[in-house]
């Protein structure tokens, strides 16, 4: 089965610093989807930015960028000038035929 | 995408009763899933719930606690029964890209569920 790990269960940045969240994983197989998805205290799961693992480039959504890294099965999300509105647990997932979560990481915003 | 409301959004409930949770989807979907995420936790793939056939379950969880219903493309409910304080979690629907599927989920805002 596929599992997926985050080390970091709490992160601390300053407000307009950058934080890199970890993500690794545990795969066979060679095409499958990577995400990272925030929950903020409403609970809602909001997808922040998805990879695909037959893409080479690294995918990047405005100030949310990873750096994905296929033969050491690691994807790391890189948040620049974090906001305080980026305060949330951010999740890790696997998708092949179904979607796999990391433990999460909590992500504080020091003002 | 697709939109998913959820029903309610949070209940306090006592201990052996039942409680049904709504999804309805602004779309057809071919499959909807259930998780659940306890407190502090990450979440849980509790079923996959298909139109038409009955519901596949993940190593523990059971029809019996955790009955489901997909009457149609564009709605599910999650029953859990005989609660427990064990069953206090949030529990969330989702649904996958029908236009890709496999490619992207969406999810509902989540139910809160305390058992007192």
């Known amino acids: 089965a596929q599992t997926v790990t985050q080390s970091q269960p709490e992160m601390s940045v300053q407000e307009a610093e950058t934080v890199t969240l970890s993500c690794t994983y545990d795969?066979?197989?060679?095409?499958?989807?990577l995400f990272w998805y925030k929950q903020p205290p409403s609970r809602q799961m909001i997808l922040v930015i998805r990879?695909?693992?037959?893409?080479?480039q690294n995918a990047t959504e405005n100030r949310f960028s990873v750096n994905f890294q296929k033969a050491a099965k690691s994807f790391s999300l890189k948040i620049s000038d974090s906001q305080l509105g980026d305060a949330a647990m951010y999740f890790c997932?696997?998708?092949?035929?179904?979607?796999?979560f990391g433990g999460g990481t909590r992500l504080m915003v020091k003002p | 995408s697709a939109v998913i409301s959820q029903k309610p959004s949070r209940d306090i409930c006592q201990r052996g009763t039942s409680l049904t949770i709504q999804c309805q989807v602004d779309?057809?979907?071919?499959?909807m899933f259930w998780y659940r995420q306890q407190p502090g936790q990450s979440l849980t793939l509790i079923a996959t719930?298909?139109?038409?056939?009955?519901?596949?379950?993940e190593s523990g969880f059971v029809i019996d606690k955790f009955p489901i219903s997909r009457p149609n493309l564009t709605f599910s409910t999650l029953t859990v029964s005989n609660m427990s304080p064990e069953d206090s979690s949030i529990y969330l629907c989702?649904?996958?890209?029908?236009?890709?599927?496999?490619?992207?989920?969406?999810f509902g805002q989540g139910t809160r569920l305390t058992v007192v």
């Open positions: 989702s649904v996958e890209d029908y236009r890709a599927p496999g490619t992207e989920a969406f």
């Open positions: 795969t066979s197989e060679s095409d499958y989807y």
């Open positions: 990879q695909e693992a037959y893409k080479q």
């Open positions: 997932a696997y998708m092949r035929n179904m979607l796999t």
């Open positions: 779309s057809q979907v071919t499959m």
């Open positions: 719930a298909n139109q038409g056939s009955e519901a596949t379950y």
